[in-house]
Nanobody
């Protein structure tokens, strides 16, 4: 089992950048694929990005491709989401999640979730 704690959210102007961090507990961090999702009030939680445990393959939602970058530091048991060129429509609560699957992009593939961190982009 793994516990996840997100940090790094906040308020930023459109065009700005933020880096989210997700610290994972447990000694088997490198065996989990890690993902970021986001959710607005009253809407479905949607996939943002994921990084595979096997060969660090990455995948992104079309809406963030070219602007967001997911990475991991296994020595620190941490996964990051670098968000550049932020837009007001990126405003959401961002969640970190862990999966045993190789290339997970669906919510049901992730049994472990953090508590979320708010990102607000002002226009």
């Amino acid at each position: 089992q793994v516990q996840l704690v997100e940090s790094g959210g906040g308020l930023v102007q459109a065009g700005g950048s933020l880096r989210l961090s997700c610290a994972a507990s447990g000694r088997t961090f490198s065996s989990y694929s890690m993902g970021w999702f986001r959710q607005a009030p009253g809407k479905e939680r949607e996939f943002v990005a994921a990084i595979s445990w096997r060969v660090d393959n990455t995948g992104y939602a079309d809406s963030v491709k070219g602007r967001f970058t997911i990475s991991r530091d296994s020595a620190k048991n941490t996964v990051y989401l670098q968000m550049n060129s932020l837009k007001p429509e990126d405003t959401d609560v961002y969640y970190c999640a862990a999966s045993h699957n190789v290339s997970p992009s669906r919510k049901y593939e992730y049994p472990y979730w953090g508590q979320g961190t708010q990102v607000t982009v002002s226009s």
